[in-house]
């Protein structure tokens, strides 16, 4: 049997979820994806719910089937890591039970950015120069939705998350966030990577939800054994903090060095520009977000 080693990632994507295996030269040996959706609630005009039970099914399916479908034994994984759409969200109770989760774009929350507005025309503006976010796509307003029309659920939460951390969360039993990805929900402090508490409480919202925060590149912890069970990988098999999909896009073709740019498609088109400087836009007009390399926005 060879001993090459192999290397998987799992994106969860706005369209769809996929497990890809590349040999450790960087050459992609195979692919499964599976299309999902993310549904409105009638009830809730502009809301984009993810079904977490559904989803994790879809997802383990296409670490299992792309297993299968090159014939590589799951012990010769060396790593897996992960990425996906950003901005989404999940919810957790104190039992580490998802609860609560929106796709990246949902838009159920527009009473809520102009609550949010009424309490301060200037909120926004000093939240953005903090940390790189306006209220559209952030969490701040989705959180508040869920306070004003969930507070059962509100009450509830323990922990947020993004889908990225997600996927690591389902196959370790860990859960934290890193800064590329949780950097999109306009409560970290972009110069730090880390979370900023005091700007969910400039909004009423709560400040102990926030989990450890773990940069791109670290091992999160391994699979364990109701992960290995449900995906067919090993126990004990690495997992890695990835990041946000345009970040780790970047980091695909090359573009990890400051001034250097990249243009990505897929469900949306991005145009991304690397600096090494946390600097925000006083006018508030560009979102900027950590990259998932060190010391790079």
Same mark, same amino acid.
């Given at each position: 049997?060879?001993?090459?080693? /192999?290397?998987?990632?799992?994106?969860?994507?706005?369209?769809?979820?996929?497990?890809? &295996?590349?040999?450790?030269?960087?050459?992609?040996?195979? @692919?499964?994806?599976?299309?999902?959706?993310? #549904?409105?609630?009638?009830? /809730?005009? $502009?809301?984009?719910?993810?079904?977490?039970?559904h989803n994790w099914k879809l997802a383990s399916d296409c670490i299992r089937g792309v297993l299968e479908q090159t014939g590589i034994p799951p012990e010769q994984v060396a790593a897996v890591s992960t990425t996906c759409m950003r901005e989404g969200i999940v919810l957790y109770d104190k039992s580490g039970q998802e609860i609560w989760a929106c796709a990246n774009v949902d838009a159920r929350s527009t009473d809520e950015v102009g609550q949010l507005i009424s309490m301060n025309p200037q909120l926004e503006r000093s939240i953005y120069l903090e940390s790189g976010e306006t209220f559209a796509l952030g969490a701040l307003p989705r959180l508040l939705w869920v306070k004003n029309k969930m507070p059962e659920? /509100?009450?509830?939460?323990? #922990?947020?998350?993004m889908f990225n951390d997600w996927l690591i969360y389902k196959l370790t039993g860990v859960l934290a966030v890193e800064p590329s990805n949780g950097s999109t929900t306009g409560?970290?402090?972009?110069?730090? #990577?880390?979370?900023?508490?005091?700007?969910?409480?400039? @909004?009423? &919202?709560?400040?102990?939800?926030?989990?450890?925060?773990?940069? @791109?590149?670290?091992?999160? $912890?391994?699979?364990?054994?109701?992960?290995?069970?449900?995906?067919?990988?090993?126990?004990?098999?690495?997992?890695?903090?990835?990041?946000?999909?345009?970040?780790? $896009?970047?980091?695909?073709? $090359?573009?990890?060095?400051?001034?250097?740019?990249?243009?990505?498609g897929g469900s949306f088109w991005q145009y991304e520009y690397n600096t090494d400087t946390a600097l925000t836009d006083s006018l508030c007009r560009i979102r900027v977000n950590c990259h998932a390399v060190p010391n790079m926005w």
């Open positions: 049997m060879s001993r090459q080693q /192999y290397l998987m990632a799992v994106d969860a994507g706005t369209g769809s979820v996929r497990a890809v &295996l590349f040999d450790t030269a960087g050459s992609q040996l195979g @692919c499964v994806q599976q299309e999902w959706e993310h #549904r409105e609630d009638p009830r /809730y005009p $502009g809301s984009m719910d993810f079904d977490w039970v659920i /509100y009450e509830k939460t323990h #922990r947020l998350g409560i970290f402090h972009l110069e730090r #990577r880390q979370w900023e508490p005091s700007i969910s409480q400039r @909004c009423g &919202l709560r400040a102990d939800i926030f989990p450890p925060v773990l940069e @791109c590149g670290t091992v999160a $912890g391994a699979v364990n054994e109701l992960g290995a069970r449900q995906t067919g990988l090993a126990p004990g098999t690495p997992v890695v903090v990835g990041g946000g999909d345009a970040q780790l $896009g970047s980091i695909g073709v $090359g573009v990890v060095q400051p001034g250097q740019a990249a243009v990505f």
